[in-house]
Every structure is written in structure tokens, then in C-alpha cells.
């Protein structure tokens, strides 16, 4: 029976909260935006008279499709060339979902959805539904087909994997605007020491570049090994711009929530420098350089009111 106008309307009014739950569960706004079109032929499918709860109904279908996903991404990721990141969304793009709470926003943080790499898909799936979207462990259970107790267990042991991580400091545009201006002033300085005063101790560095673009596998580890390598990027070189296709003008923005260094070339973002913020430094830089990571963030980017850079060129 084909769809009528409400319920294809029905379905464009959860779209965004669908988009917003496949994102956090799947690392990548792409695959994202594939698992909701799923959703959408398994809705214009599906005798939608007799089912009671059209919210419940889209959210099990998408979490299950996604919870596929990311059983068989494993798989894929495991011969990745080089360091997996997540796909990072700059600020205004509606992927990010809602940020009314700090877990909310905790939830879409850079460094969470790494960390949410390390945890089961089940486990992720229901520290996203119960963190994010604040559903009931009984509405979760439903969803993935558990017991109310068991979804209750797998979200504290998410919670747990999730916290040992370093506490992240919550931090709103003008500062994180003042941070990244004060890291690119020290990364451009030349010199390793005013780095190795903005970074803790065991700060660490990883890039992502997907085979496609340099970078390295393994995470520079330490303020001075990660001072010394930043030192090096942003040393203008030749063979720098040819491989980025030009000179990037250089930005202060946030992505996930975290103030980031954007690079731009001719309207492409050619990479983004996500900043992990704790309150003794900057304790984490991921770069994200893979060119198909970056197509959703230049799109976004062409819609900001970004201003002028901060440098042209490196």
C-alpha cells in the first residue's frame, strides 16, 4: 500500500532525531544518512495501520540496522589504512542532535564517540538511547530485544569504559575560539616550548587519513613527542600545499562540541584538528584529513558565517 502524505510527513518529522541516533551509533554522518534511508523503505514497506507506537517502531528499526552496521564495520575497520576517527560535524550541523544537557553533549563529543569504539555494538547502542535521548530501560529493552535488567547492566558498563576517559571540560564557542587561537599562535611559533605548556603530560595525537592522505598509524604520545610533531605540520612546505591542492586558510571553529582548527582550500575543508579540553590541558589532538570523512563538513561550511581565518597557509 503506497504511503500517503501524513505518513511520509510522520517519517520527516523523526528524521532528524533518527539521523541524530544512527550518527552517534555509527561514527559517520554518510553511513548515517544510509541507515535512515533504510529505515525509510522498511517504513514505506511496512503495513503502518497496525503499528501502535510510530516513534518506537522507526527507533528499533533504525538502532537494529545500525547495530548491523556496526558488527560488519568491524570487520571492515580492521583493515583500515591506518588510525580510524569518526566522521566530526561542525558546529551548526542538525546531525549533532539535541545539547540541551551536558550528557547530551557529552554524548556527540569527540572524544566519546572514540571512545564508544572500545564498547560493544550493544553496549553503545544503549548508552546512546539512554545518555542522549534519555529513553527508559524498559523502552531500550524493547528496542534490542532484552531484558530491562540487562539493558540496565550493559549501560553501566558503558558508562564506565566511557568515563575512564579523562573528565572533558565543557566549553562554549568564545572559549574555545581563545584556545585555538592560542594553540595555533604556539604551533606556528617555531618553537616546541609554548606547545608543551598548553598540552598535559601524556597528551597524544592521532590522524586520520584513510590511505588517501598521510598519516601516521601510530599515536605520538607525550607533550613533547605531540609539540614536536605539531612544530612540523605547521611548517609551510610546498609538498604540503600540493597535497591538500593549495594554500589552506586556517580557522578556529568547534566540531562535536570541541573547539577545533578547521583548514579550508578553495571552499573544501581538507581537515579538522578536534581539541580534547581537560581542565590540566589540551590532552588529545585527532586530525581528520580523509577526504571522504570531510565531504558533509564542507557542505556545512559553505552554509557558516565563518569570518576571516586566523593564518592563510602552512
Not at 104 to 131: D, F, G, K, W
Not at 254 to 269: I, K, Q
Amino acid at each position: 500500500m503506497p504511503l500517503t502524505a501524513d505518513d511520509i510527513d510522520l517519517f520527516e518529522a523523526s528524521r532528524p532525531r533518527l539521523e541524530a541516533i544512527a550518527y552517534r551509533l555509527l561514527g559517520s554522518a554518510a553511513e548515517a544518512e544510509d541507515a535512515v534511508q533504510e529505515t525509510f523503505l522498511r517504513w514505506q514497506a511496512a503495513d503502518i495501520d497496525r503499528i501502535e507506537v510510530h516513534e518506537a517502531w522507526l527507533t528499533k528499526v533504525l538502532t537494529n540496522l545500525c547495530l548491523n552496521q556496526l558488527t560488519s564495520a568491524r570487520a571492515r575497520r580492521e583493515t583500515y589504512v591506518g588510525r580510524w576517527l569518526p566522521e566530526p560535524l561542525l558546529a551548526g550541523d542538525p546531525m549533532l542532535g539535541p545539547a540541551d544537557t551536558a550528557e547530551q553533549r557529552e554524548s556527540v563529543s569527540y572524544a566519546v564517540l572514540t571512545l564508544m569504539e572500545r564498547l560493544s555494538p550493544n553496549e553503545r547502542a544503549v548508552y546512546v538511547l539512554r545518555e542522549a535521548f534519555d529513553y527508559p530501560h524498559r523502552e531500550i529493552a524493547e528496542i534490542l530485544d532484552l531484558t530491562e535488567a540487562a539493558s540496565q547492566q550493559l549501560f553501566h558498563r558503558a558508562k564506565k569504559h566511557v568515563a575512564d576517559g579523562k573528565a572533558r571540560t565543557e566549553i562554549d564557542a568564545a572559549a574555545a575560539r581563545r584556545i585555538v587561537e592560542e594553540f595555533l599562535a604556539a604551533a606556528t611559533s617555531g618553537r616546541t616550548e609554548p606547545l608543551v605548556r598548553l598540552l598535559t603530560e601524556d597528551a597524544i595525537s592521532v590522524g586520520d587519513g584513510g590511505g588517501k592522505i598521510p598519516a601516521r598509524t601510530k599515536a605520538f604520545e607525550g607533550a613533547v613527542a605531540v609539540a614536536k610533531f605539531l612544530r612540523g605540520l605547521f611548517k609551510p612546505t610546498e609538498a604540503k600545499r600540493t597535497l591538500v591542492g593549495g594554500s589552506p586558510e586556517v580557522y578556529a571553529w568547534t566540531a562535536n562540541g570541541d573547539p577545533a582548527v578547521v583548514a579550508v582550500v578553495d571552499g573544501r575543508v581538507v581537515a579538522i584538528m578536534c581539541l580534547e579540553v581537560t581542565a590540566e590541558g589540551i590532552t588529545a589532538l585527532r586530525n581528520q584529513v580523509n577526504p571522504d570523512k570531510l565531504e558533509r563538513a564542507t557542505a556545512q561550511w559553505a552554509l557558516a558565517d565563518h569570518g576571516e581565518p586566523l593564518f592563510d597557509g602552512f
